[in-house]
């Protein structure tokens, strides 16, 4: 019998707020321990939350890009539990009245489109964090996170694989960076996932029980939990047993979840009004003005640039993974408006470079305009794509013009008909077997007599003109 499995993402994007949520303290990250902090984050008595108006504003932004409705009035909420990381025994939240509910993404599974429900969006705090002596029984508490600003995304049980959860992931955190309010960074814990995975028979059948994974820092680990986790189900219930409702951690070094504790409901957390902090009341104006601040997104983007750019979809699929990449690609079709060429030249040489040496194409050392005058040359006839490839190395290394590197190492493409004739005739006449060999019916040892002209010539020799008075001389 196969099963099908249902599963819910719950993500946790911190915000790029300068500020923390309630307080004036720093959320910058990998400062000293305890460095940011302040009686209000710490938790300290008397103490008042303010609430920073970016973070609605962020949230709004993220609550429009998908579709939500907004809630005209919402009101924090205490979230009550007790750990190391959480100086004030509870956590300001949302609960009954969150800002945004019933949005949607829709993403793209094997060339097709799934659109995976949103139940709500809401704003909160983030705690702190343990870090635990490997040598020693203790661990230090760091309260620099405390009271950084979160949003709380919560899908539908709309995903059937770890594929289109990884698909669904790989989009929301896309939106928030195109937004610009959150880096989507996994390593440093600014998005964070938990996963609710359940399987059941039949898709018409009610939901199985299900288990809550955490510790997701990568899609990949998202992926790999999904899949042992469906497994681990699926064997459980063919064996008769049954799966019981619990949280598990995924580790990542044995690729297996393992039991954590009970599954928390609602009423553990004890939720109720938190009477520090007024209910938020969002006016009409307020959104609007929001929405009409919205970037291009990643959809409209893709959708603009195979309509106006005549791009296939794979290559718009990359250059539009970011917002950063898609500005770079659309800088350099100001200085050389030919987008085929250019796409190829950025998917291949370019992006091959940085993810070479773990650079962003922020970090690139390559402006548009130099890609661009770099292409140039090549439509020009001055260099040759193979020598245009040695050129952007020397580009990347030195951040040198390709012009003046073209100039200085004496690269310029040979288009003199007559030289290219005289090293074609030197080279027939110094491989007479081959040349029968081709007469007699071998026609790709056209390609060994263009690797030694070139090898003669230095890669400068015109290609084009190459394989024509090869073919004449041939022929």
Aim: glycine share 8%; net charge neutral.
């Amino acid at each position: 019998m196969t099963y099908e499995p249902v599963i819910g993402l719950e993500i946790h994007a911190q915000l790029k707020t300068r500020t923390k949520i309630f307080c004036g303290c720093s959320t910058r990250f990998g400062a000293p321990p305890n460095s940011h902090t302040c009686p209000v984050c710490l938790g300290m008595p008397g103490v008042l939350p303010v609430l920073n108006k970016k973070v609605v504003e962020y949230t709004l932004s993220m609550a429009l890009a998908v579709g939500c409705e907004i809630s005209r009035q919402s009101r924090f909420a205490r979230k009550n539990y007790f750990y190391p990381d959480l100086p004030k025994g509870y956590q300001i939240s949302q609960y009954e009245l969150p800002i945004a509910r019933n949005g949607y993404i829709d993403v793209g599974i094997k060339g097709e489109k799934k659109r995976i429900g949103i139940t709500r969006i809401h704003m909160e705090e983030d705690a702190g964090k343990l870090i635990h002596d490997p040598d020693r029984p203790f661990s230090r508490v760091d309260f620099n996170r405390t009271g950084v600003p979160l949003i709380e995304i919560v899908s539908e049980p709309d995903i059937r694989s770890p594929g289109e959860a990884g698909a669904y992931l790989r989009q929301l955190r896309s939106i928030l960076r195109y937004l610009d309010i959150s880096d989507g960074n996994m390593e440093e814990g600014s998005f964070r996932c938990d996963a609710n995975v359940s399987v059941r028979p039949n898709e018409s059948d009610p939901f199985g029980t299900r288990a809550e994974v955490k510790n997701l820092n990568s899609f990949r680990h998202v992926e790999k939990a999904l899949e042992y986790e469906i497994r681990r189900q699926v064997d459980l219930i063919m064996q008769g047993n049954s799966v019981v409702q619990e949280t598990r951690l995924w580790d990542p070094q044995k690729e297996k979840t393992t039991s954590m504790r009970g599954k928390e409901e609602a009423h553990d957390y004890r939720y109720f009004p938190d009477p520090d902090l007024l209910p938020l009341v969002v006016e009409e104006g307020w959104i609007d003005g929001i929405k009409q601040r919205l970037p291009e997104l990643p959809d409209e983007k893709k959708e603009r640039f195979i309509r106006d750019y005549a791009l296939p979809e794979n290559d718009v699929d990359v250059l539009t993974a970011s917002r950063e990449l898609a500005d770079y690609f659309e800088a350099c079709l100001k200085h050389f408006p030919e987008p085929k060429p250019m796409s190829n030249w950025i998917m291949s040489t370019l992006l091959g470079h940085l993810n070479a040496r773990g650079q962003t194409i922020s970090e690139s050392e390559i402006t548009p305009e130099s890609l661009a005058g770099l292409l140039q040359l090549i439509q020009k006839g001055v260099i040759s794509g193979k020598i245009a490839k040695s050129v952007f190395d020397e580009m990347a290394r030195t951040g040198t013009a390709p012009e003046k590197i073209v100039k200085e190492k004496g690269l310029i493409q040979v288009t003199d008909r007559s030289a290219i004739d005289t090293v074609v005739a030197q080279v027939l006449a110094a491989h007479p077997g081959e040349v029968e060999s081709y007469r007699g019916g071998k026609t790709k040892l056209l390609g060994f007599f263009v690797g030694r002209i070139m090898k003669e010539t230095r890669g400068k020799a015109n290609p084009k003109m190459v394989n024509e008075i090869l073919r004449e001389k041939l022929e």
